[in-house]
T-cell receptor, first 111, second 118 residues
């Protein structure tokens, strides 16, 4: 299965702090993607990191990828209350056309 | 460019009934995937269609079916509804074409259809 497993399941921090979420997967990948879901809404694509990249930045987001350990991390710096959401990682193997998701990390940013 | 549109957004059905959900992908996207999200099971993959053909299927009973039309719009149907079918059903579209042809697998999601089965 290409499903990613996010850790921790829940994370609660104060506004202004950094939030780090981790993802582990089991198969070889073409890329790994992170998505955000606000409560009861659709997922939104945040960032994609290819298998030959080790780190990628986008605004306040920093993603790392370690293919030898089959793991990735998402760092959100200077968190805001609006960052409160569930975050999902999705490893993409390229061998088929589906993305599967784990249970996600529920991030709560307290004002 | 309009996003992925799902209709209806909310619906209530009773056990034994059937339901049809609709999804209009982003213009130019030929792949449509469907997911079921429940508090207990999380996000589960239902199926994926490309050019009117089902390319991938998740582990759901035959009561769950789908189809895709020539304009890439997709519908999914659930027959003989059960209480456990209450969920948020999400549709996602992508540019996905031939593997290796710039296919990153990135998905664009609609806002979902919230189904409640009584």
């Amino acid at each position: 299965s290409q499903q990613g497993e996010e850790d921790p399941q829940a994370l609660s921090i104060q506004e202004g702090e950094n939030a780090t979420m981790n993802c582990s997967y089991k198969t070889s990948i073409n890329n790994l993607q992170w998505y955000r879901q606000n409560s009861g809404r659709g997922l939104v694509h945040l960032i994609l990191i290819r298998s030959n990249e080790r780190e990628k930045h986008s605004g306040r987001l920093r993603v790392t990828l370690d293919t030898s350990k089959k793991s990735s991390s998402l760092l959100i710096t200077a968190s805001r209350a609006a960052d409160t959401a569930s975050y999902f990682c999705a490893p993409f193997g390229g061998s088929n056309y589906k993305l599967t998701f784990g249970k996600g990390t529920l991030l709560t940013v307290n004002p | 460019k309009a996003g992925v549109t799902q209709t209806p957004r909310y619906l209530i059905k009773t056990r034994g009934q059937q339901v049809t959900l609709s999804c209009s992908p982003i213009s130019g996207h030929r792949s449509v995937s469907w997911y079921q999200q429940t508090p207990g099971q999380g996000l589960q993959f239902l199926f994926e269609y490309f050019s009117e053909t089902q390319r991938n299927k998740g582990n759901f009973p035959g009561r769950f079916s789908g189809r895709q039309f020539s304009n890439s719009r997709s519908e999914m149907n659930v027959s003989t509804l059960e209480l456990g079918d209450s969920a948020l059903y999400l549709c996602a579209s992508s540019l996905a074409g031939v593997l290796g042809n710039g296919n990153t697998g990135e998905l664009f999601f609609g806002e979902g259809s919230r189904l409640t089965v009584l």
